[in-house]
């Protein structure tokens, strides 16, 4: 009788072994960090460093010290930084593991970089609004202190043609033209070089390189890129780029990139 009832048992206990197995997993994730981003008068993002690994609570340090700072179990960084300047922003720290595989959502652009995460290789850079207008470009650094983006001064002043403002008008535009307004695009220069695939681009729209303050008025975070002594024009991207969808820095890839 007893060899009857041990082999009756034999199912729960396989069941509780199973089960025990895919609760483990469960109890040893560990949960996302969000910490608020907040926009000051100097147009800096920061978070309270307290509750996260960084020193210093700037969007600056983190892109600095996200290889070095932050423990090995934090696999991904994400940034959200909102359209409407006075809504806070975030920081996701994440801890899981990346199941997605090569199977990202169409509208992510994602490209490889340096230690720094500050690197992004591209082909060219332009303006488009039904045509294209640009020029080639080797390479644009990410600079998440500042919001402004910075063009080759060629570009830059189709754009302030384009947007009716200059420097004198302390580059005000017209918040009601932002339909007509056209889009920065930067092309990304694909890893192989045989790649037969379509290029990806990072697209910047009016409303994203343009910030309506709470007086009402329309800035443009754009400016021109300062000429260095061998003649380049080093292009730049603050966050005004990023505003409006997620950025995310993928340290199980070594890679960063772009989310709708």
Known sequence: MFNHFFLATLPLLGYAAYSDQQQ???????????????????????FDPTSTVVRAGSLEALQSEYNNALPDSTRTVTI???ID?????????SHAQDQSGSRDPESSVWFFS??????IPLDDIGIRKGGM?????????????TPYIHLPADIFAIL?????????????????SL?????????LRPRD????????????????????????????????????????????????AIRGRSFVLDRSRHRMGFAQ
């Open 114 to 119: 340096g230690e720094r995460y500050s690197n």
């Open 193 to 240: 070089v045989e790649d037969d695939e379509e290029r990806e681009e990072i697209i910047v729209t009016p409303e994203q390189y343009i910030m309506r303050t709470k007086a009402g008025k329309c800035f443009l975070l754009v400016r021109s890129a300062e000429e260095r002594a061998n003649g380049r024009e080093d292009a730049s991207l603050g966050w005004a």
């Open 160 to 176: 302030l043609q384009a947007t009716h403002t200059s420097s004198e008008q302390d580059f005000v535009a017209d918040c009601g």
């Open 85 to 93: 300047a006075s809504r806070s922003g975030s920081v996701v720290f």
């Open 24 to 46: 483990k997993p469960l109890q040893d994730h560990k949960p996302d960090v969000v910490v608020p981003l907040k926009l000051d008068d100097q147009l800096h993002y920061s």
């Open 80 to 82: 959200n930084i909102p």
């Open 133 to 145: 207008v640009g020029m080639p470009a080797v390479s644009a650094s990410l600079t998440l202190e």
């Open 179 to 187: 339909d007509i307004f056209p889009d920065l695009v930067f092309g």
